[in-house]
């Protein structure tokens, strides 16, 4: 008997990454998206455009503003695979962005964090790049205080996420409990 699928992002992006077998930091979201069948594309947007995502025939395409810092872009495109791996029948016709249809982006919306979809692919986004488990094999026993910044950027640059999207996904695996 096939096993179900778990919506919960979290639980997505632990079997994303078990079906690609990636045991390692920091996580090579590239590797991940051609690994679902996607093409990841960098190109300089406008500032408020992180990123993208639509399928060209046949192939879904994520679309990642250049511009951005390389822990920004990480972030866009596993934000993006979120969307794929949980929002695929939103995005399964053809979009061409020049024609104003509706599209999946990561942008100033998105980041407010304030509609189902987009707070659904931000969780599976955080935890693609910092899995529960390699957070806690990476703290291994040693305690670290949120306002320690030093240790922050250390256990930050490990994972190549800012200290700012660690911070919050440490703080929200500690509410999990």
Known sequence: MARKQSDDPEARAEETLA?????????????????LGA?????PLDEELSGMIFIKDGVPIIGVNALHHPNRQRFTISHEIGHLVLHKDMITA??????????LMRDAISATG???LEIAANRFASALL????????????????????K????????FRVSR?????????????G
């Open 94 to 103: 053809e979009v061409h962005v020049d024609k104003g249809f509706p599209i």
């Open 130 to 149: 910092m899995p529960m488990s390699f957070l806690k094999q990476a703290l291994a026993g040693k305690s670290i205080d949120i306002d320690d910044e």
């Open 39 to 43: 093409q990841v594309r960098f190109s």
């Open 164 to 176: 700012q999207a660690l911070e919050y996904r440490m703080r929200k695996l500690t509410e999990l």
């Open 151 to 158: 240790s922050l950027e250390a256990l930050a640059k490990k």
């Open 114 to 116: 304030t509609q189902q």
């Open 19 to 35: 079906s690609l077998n990636i045991r390692s930091l920091p996580i090579p979201v590239e590797k991940v998206a051609k690994g």
